[in-house]
């Protein structure tokens, strides 16, 4: 025959059922609390993630327009094509082009500039030498621009500048008010305004920088 148990035991078993009971009534009562702000937390993720990815996207598009605004305002770069700015510049090197200098101010002589190819092909790279209103006279290897003989430090020694066609023929060239002349620094192979005449000041797209 089983031997009853103290009544302290089953008063401990009844307040253990008793404690197991109010705690699952409070979890009850608090769980649309918990629920709530378990959603609400959520929703503050999910808010703060598109607030980020928003912000990303806002930088991204103002890099974008500032590289579009500088490439096609401000700088651009280009390829020297053949030997005609030989020895300034090389065959196949790249250089920038400051496209806001002539928004500001005007092209001067002395000035290596990049124009709109006159064949319709791209660019072409060469040296101001005349501006407009100007005259320039060609004769025994020398450049006279205005009558005043054009000095080219930056030209190879001793080297000689002829008329295009007519090698050993005087060739001379009056400018119009928005007309500039251009030649490429090697002389003796460059096909410039010695062959094609004048460009107008909107074939010119930027000064060259080196």
Request: proline fraction near 5%; include cysteine.
């Amino acid at each position: 025959m089983r031997a009853p148990r103290p009544i302290f035991s089953h008063l401990a078993i009844r307040l253990k059922w008793m404690r197991r009971q109010q705690w699952r009534g409070i979890k009850k009562a608090c769980y649309p609390v918990v629920r709530w702000a378990s959603i609400n937390s959520l929703r503050y993720s999910w808010g703060r993630f598109a607030g980020d990815l928003g912000s990303v996207t806002w930088v991204l598009c103002l890099a974008m327009l500032s590289f579009l605004f500088i490439s096609h305002f401000v700088f651009e770069s280009v390829q020297v094509q053949g030997y005609s700015m030989y020895p300034t510049l090389f065959n196949s090197n790249f250089y920038w082009i400051n496209k806001f200098a002539y928004v500001v101010g005007q092209p001067h002589r002395g000035d290596i500039v990049a124009i709109k190819d006159p064949s319709g092909h791209g660019f072409d790279v060469k040296r101001i030498i005349a501006t407009p209103e100007q005259s320039i006279y060609i004769t025994h290897g020398k450049v006279y621009v205005n009558g005043q003989v054009l000095r080219e430090p930056y030209l190879p020694l001793k080297m000689p500048t002829y008329a295009y066609d007519h090698k050993y023929e005087d060739e001379y060239w009056c400018l119009a008010p928005d007309e500039y002349f251009v030649m490429g620094d090697n002389r003796g192979n460059s096909c410039d305004s010695r062959s094609f005449g004048a460009i107008k000041r909107d074939a010119i797209l930027g000064r060259v920088i080196r």
